[in-house]
């Protein structure tokens, strides 16, 4: 049984900075990666980035330079530090349990989403 549980979000001005934790129990055979994603309103889920368990990593165009994804592999638990955050980033934040090869997919198992949001 595979749960993921997030938890860090608020609200913040834009300029300011967030990070997301998403603690994960269980396993799934293949799944290399751990991944956020976002849902803003009226809009489909799209990739915010992905990391696999030796660190490699990858992002979409829109937040690359201003998120890092990082491992806390002592503790299960994979980062999402968020700075430089635009009203644009508004949104539920998911964290998911998946592959990466060479780009990010995502697997069968979310994370209940965190919501974000940014003022202007």
């Known amino acids: 049984q595979v749960q993921l549980v997030e938890s860090g979000g608020g609200l913040v001005q834009a300029g300011g900075s967030l990070r997301l934790s998403c603690a994960a129990s269980?396993?799934?055979?293949?799944?290399?990666?751990m991944g956020w994603y976002r849902q803003a309103p009226g809009k489909q889920r799209e990739l915010v980035g992905c990391?696999?368990?030796?660190?490699?990593?990858g992002y979409a165009g829109s937040v690359k330079g201003r998120f890092t994804i990082s491992n806390v592999n002592a503790k299960n638990t994979v980062n999402l530090q968020m700075n430089s955050l635009k009203p644009e980033d508004t949104a539920v934040y998911y964290c998911?349990?998946?592959?990466?090869?060479?780009?990010?997919?995502?697997?069968?198992?979310w994370g209940q989403g965190t919501q974000v949001t940014v003022s202007s």
């Open positions: 990391i696999t368990s030796d660190g490699s990593t």
């Open positions: 998911n349990l998946g592959y990466y090869y060479g780009y990010c997919v995502a697997g069968a198992y």
């Open positions: 269980g396993s799934i055979f293949g799944a290399n990666a």
